[in-house]
């Protein structure tokens, strides 16, 4: 069974399409261990509670600086021994030691397809302002693996979705999320924990 943890700052749909696949058996061998928040009043808090699961909030707010904060933090994902990490729209900065702990072993979903429309500054309906500024045709998702970096670690899967005319910010967020991001992560979710991924050289490989 992979213990995983998943981290939140908002809405948790993402974290609901987990739910959904492992109640439905399209993920496999995966128990959502603990939820963790930055954010009382984030909505993934209560789909954690009404699905039975641990759920904690450790916010920046709380703590005198940084260094505190990620200590806290820290304590809070060791405690619940993840195998896997999972930032499902989580917009706190991980603290780098626990990079460092949990090498390859952090997954993040991004509504973009790296390398567009991806590091410091590109988050929620940002990154879909930003696709419909520079007027492309395809946008998507992304599941990759944390390194030190914003939105630079390996790329483990990728879904493209066309951008339609007329589409607001707001109307191609959803569709990335219903047609790309609830799809790719339940997906990387059921690989990770069957044993069919590896990271090798800044890579990440799906074993056949
Ligand atoms: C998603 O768009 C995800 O890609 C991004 O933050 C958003 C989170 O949405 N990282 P939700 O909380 O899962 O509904």
Known sequence: ML???ICVS???TNLQAVIDGIARGTINNVQIVRVISNNKKAYALERAAQAGIDAVCVS?????DREQFNEAFLKKVEEADPDLIVLAGFLVVIPPQLIRRYENRIINIHPSLIP????????GLKVHE?????GV???GATVHFVDEGTDTGPILMQKAVAVESGDTPESLQRRVMEEAEWVILPAC???????KVTVAKGQ???AE
Do not use: M, W
Not at 60 to 64: A, N, S, V, W
């Open 130 to 134: 930003a696709a419909l500024t520079r």
């Open 189 to 195: 979710l059921d690989l990770i924990a069957a044993g």
């Open 10 to 12: 908002g809405g948790g």
């Open 3 to 5: 213990k995983t943890v």
């Open 204 to 206: 990440a490989h799906i």
């Open 116 to 123: 567009s429309f991806c590091g410091k500054g590109y988050y």
């Open 137 to 139: 045709k395809v946008t």
């Open 60 to 64: 920046p707010r709380d703590y005198e």
